[in-house]
């Protein structure tokens, strides 16, 4: 049986429900080794099988860390090491050191959320480098991760991001036809801004519709006063963070739920949308425009433009049949390349793969 080393956080998000169920797939044939920076309750459960345990810190940069790794490594000797975020570092840099065949690093962000400090740049590319293998979840991510860390394309493999399929579970739950909704962090280039302007052109035609935004972040005060400036506050609700249970039930009652990012490596909530069978818009650039195919599976607008995000709101509030036959399409799209068992099954066998390969060498 071969050893799996894995690092990410045991928590109720779409992220851990992948890392669990790959978790559990590979530990059918396999050693696994989960290694966690925080350790929280999960929907999806690690098999007993499966040695659960614990970094010093949630986020492991301090000498304690690397040698607690080395020991571990030392004691089970993997052949594969998996990880991402915060837990690549001491992975490939002790993993590289100790010789481990397999060390894979996942990348799920452009570098435009990079701090872009010349010095941190440089000292990310050499610790990318140590990988054998870099996975990205768009090939927006794989372009953009060449340029910007100079790895070569050769070492990246596109798999993409894939959630849990949670319709069964939403059956009770009805679509709002005049409410809208937004998922995710409050920064700059989440492109919220141009939603609640376009909204405000949108609430002139149709004044009873309502805007949930659900998400925390650094420009929360200054989207409120944009909302009041607009004089919009009264039909915008600001939701702060929610637990993933009422996310999926804001995705299945909204009428559309909308992506408005001026770039996104991959764009968590189009799959999260599609997999609860809602309409989905999202802005025409980089990784979100993979996912979406235009006036088939959801539409897309010109990114930074709230007149043409207007036009395409206006489209599906006024023909319901079409938006129903997006959402569905969405739907379909989802399961057959997003989904987690999809996916697992798919990256299990590039893994596996990995690991035969350097056997053969």
Not at 175 to 197: A, E, F, Q, W
Request: with cysteine; glycine share 4%.
């Amino acid at each position: 049986m071969k050893v799996y080393f894995l690092s990410y956080n045991l928590m109720n998000t779409s992220t851990g429900d992948y890392f669990i169920t790959l978790s559990n797939k590979l530990s059918e044939e396999n050693v696994v080794v989960v290694i966690a920076g925080k350790i929280r309750e999960t929907n999806i459960i690690l098999k007993e099988d499966i040695t659960v345990l614990k970094w010093p810190s949630e986020r492991p940069n301090s000498w304690k860390d690397f040698w607690f790794l080395y020991k571990l490594i030392k004691t089970y000797k993997p052949d594969a090491m998996l990880s991402m975020f915060s837990f690549v570092n001491p992975f490939l840099i002790v993993g590289w050191f100790l010789r481990v065949n397999i060390r894979v690093a996942w990348i799920r962000t452009l570098s435009s959320q990079y701090a872009q400090k010349r010095y941190k740049v440089i000292r990310k590319s050499l610790i990318y480098s140590l990988a054998t293998n870099i996975i990205t979840n768009s090939n927006t991510t794989k372009k953009d991760v060449s340029n910007f860390f100079k790895i070569p394309k050769c070492k990246i493999t596109v798999l993409p991001n894939s959630v849990k399929d949670y319709s069964d579970t939403l059956l009770e739950e009805t679509t709002n036809k005049k409410n809208l909704l937004y998922v995710g962090r409050l920064h700059p280039s989440k492109g919220i801004d141009v939603l609640l302007r376009a909204f405000s052109t949108l609430l002139k035609r149709f004044p009873n519709f309502h805007l949930d935004i659900i998400g925390q972040g650094e420009i929360l005060k200054e989207l409120i006063a944009l909302t009041e400036s607009l004089d919009i506050s009264k039909s915008v609700s600001f939701l702060g963070e929610h637990k993933k249970e009422m996310v999926l039930k804001a995705y299945k009652k909204s009428f559309c739920t909308i992506i408005p990012s001026r770039s996104e490596a991959f764009g968590f909530t189009v799959i999260e949308a599609m997999s609860v069978g809602t309409c989905v818009i999202g802005a025409n650039n980089t990784g979100i425009k993979e996912i979406i195919k235009h006036e088939e599976t959801g539409l897309l607008f010109e990114t930074g433009n709230p007149n043409d995000l207007v036009q395409k709101l206006q489209i599906v509030i006024l023909d319901v049949d079409y938006r129903n036959s997006l959402a569905q399409a969405g739907y379909q799209r989802f399961i057959e390349c997003y989904e987690n068992s999809v996916a697992i099954n798919r990256d299990v066998e590039f893994f596996n793969k990995l690991i035969i390969d350097d056997t053969k060498i």
